[in-house]
């Protein structure tokens, strides 16, 4: 995990220049991360952006207490899982993970309301589709399976056309990272999942 260490001092630098107390952490790979309008989209629930880049679901669990060491959100959004399929981990790791990181989110936050962004659908990782879908499958029938504070906010199903294929406007050139229309359509679909009255 030593090749996160830069992006995670990053983190810990901002911190401390922080001049707000953060409502909604937001976590995960670089589809976090660049996001670079996330403040301003979701500045009604105080938004702070603790994405690193190139970081998968595995790296997420490591480093979590250290990142969210002196935060106290009302709500925690993220997005991870994606890399870890691209790096040649198998659904059913990704799982193992994401049941890592409910148990580190209950153990530091206790029953606030989480949510998990689904793997989307990208270009550059068609080949690993089904992987993709049955990871999501997995995931979202966990957190039915749970029924606690936990909701799975499907973009997957947004980012497709009527073929089933994804939607090319979504993604910058590599086909992989998010364009401005895909974080006005996350922007929506997360603004209608979330609980911002607690």
């Known amino acids: 995990m030593y090749w996160y260490e830069d992006e995670v001092k990053r983190l810990e630098a901002d911190r401390a220049k922080l001049g707000y107390v953060p409502e909604t952490i937001f976590y995960g ?3 976090i991360r660049m996001w670079s309008s996330l403040y301003n989209d979701f500045n009604e629930i105080k938004p702070i952006n603790l994405g690193f880049g190139g970081s998968t679901l595995a790296a997420c669990v490591w480093f979590f ?3 969210m060491a002196p935060y ?6 993220i997005y991870a899982g994606d890399n870890d399929l691209g790096d040649g981990r198998h659904p059913e790791e990704v799982f193992l993970f994401f049941q890592q990181l409910v148990a580190r989110v209950q153990e530091r ?3 606030i309301p989480c949510y998990y962004i689904s793997l989307k659908p990208s270009l550059s990782r068609w080949a690993l589709i089904e ?3 049955y990871t999501n499958q997995l995931i979202e029938n966990e957190i039915l399976r749970l029924d606690n504070n936990w909701q799975f906010i499907n973009v997957f199903n947004e980012m497709v056309d009527a073929a089933g294929k994804p939607k090319t406007e979504l993604y910058v050139k590599d086909g992989l990272h998010l364009s401005k229309a895909a974080y006005s359509l996350w ?4 603004n209608n999942s979330i609980t911002v009255n607690q």
């Open 109 to 111: 936050f206790g029953d």
């Open 65 to 67: 207490d250290r990142i």
């Open 29 to 31: 790979s670089s589809s």
């Open 187 to 190: 922007e929506e679909v997360i």
């Open 131 to 133: 992987q993709f879908k």
């Open 72 to 77: 106290k959100p009302k709500r925690f959004i």
